[in-house]
């Protein structure tokens, strides 16, 4: 079993900066991607960003120039840098974890006011 503690969640101005982070722990022995989702109410839930264990990073285009993912490896933890933060970016931010199988994170709200 994989679990995820998710923090950085909360409020900020339109053209603000949040940081999430997402720590994985319990039996980790080779984790492939790790990755952001967000849901907003009303929509599904949708990619924000992801990176391989190779450093490959894939994001979503509503994002991309604004946010950026990073891991640090040693550590089981993966980041998402939210820059220049928009209303619609409002949302429950989910870290996805995955090593054979997918493991989510309990969600950490983002709310970015106008």
């Known amino acids: 079993q994989v679990q995820q503690v998710e923090s950085g969640g909360g409020l900020a101005q339109a053209g603000g900066s949040l940081r999430l982070s997402c720590a994985a722990s319990?039996?980790?022995?080779?984790?492939?991607?790790m990755g952001w989702y967000r849901r907003s109410p009303g929509k599904q839930r949708e990619l924000v960003a992801a990176i391989t264990s190779g450093s490959i990073t894939n994001y979503a285009d509503s994002v991309k120039g604004r946010f950026t993912i990073f891991r640090d490896y040693a550590k089981n933890t993966v980041y998402l840098q939210m820059n220049s933060l928009k209303p619609e970016d409002s949302a429950v931010y989910y870290c996805?974890?995955?090593?054979?199988?997918?493991?989510w994170g309990q969600g950490t709200q983002v709310t970015v006011s106008s």
């Open positions: 319990g039996r980790i022995f080779g984790i492939d991607v």
């Open positions: 996805k974890v995955h090593q054979v199988s997918d493991y």
